[in-house]
Nanobody, 124 residues
Framework: QVQLVESGGGLVQAGGSLRLSCTAS????????MGWFRQAPGKEREFVAV????????YYADSVQGRFTIFRDNAKNTVYLQMNSLKPEDTAVYYC?????????????????WGTGTLVTVSS
């Protein structure tokens, strides 16, 4: 069982930056691929980024490519999402997710573990 707790959300102006963190319980964190998803008001949850267990492989949604960076620190059981050049359309609840499969996270279907989310609001 893996429990995920996100932090770092908040209100930021367009063009600004935020860093989200997700800390996982359990001693097997380093064996899981980790991902970030988001859900904007009135919309379905969508994939944002995924990172492999080693950190050597990453993949991003087109909408955030070049602006967001996912990285992890296995010694701290934590995955991060650095968000730069934020836009109002990035406003959403951001969820951390974990799965043994990088592909499952990239496709966003059948993911094993989810956090409870942290709200990011980008004002124009």
């Amino acid at each position: 069982q893996v429990q995920l707790v996100e932090s770092g959300g908040g209100l930021v102006q367009a063009g600004g930056s935020l860093r989200l963190s997700c800390t996982a319980s359990g001693r097997t964190f380093s064996t899981y691929a980790m991902g970030w998803f988001r859900q904007a008001p009135g919309k379905e949850r969508e994939f944002v980024a995924v990172i492999s267990w080693s950190g050597g492989n990453t993949y991003y949604a087109d909408s955030v490519q070049g602006r967001f960076t996912i990285f992890r620190d296995n010694a701290k059981n934590t995955v991060y999402l650095q968000m730069n050049s934020l836009k109002p359309e990035d406003t959403a609840v951001y969820y951390c997710a974990a799965d043994v499969s990088f592909t499952t996270l990239r496709e966003g279907s059948g993911v094993h573990y989810w956090g409870t989310g942290t709200l990011v609001t980008v004002s124009s």
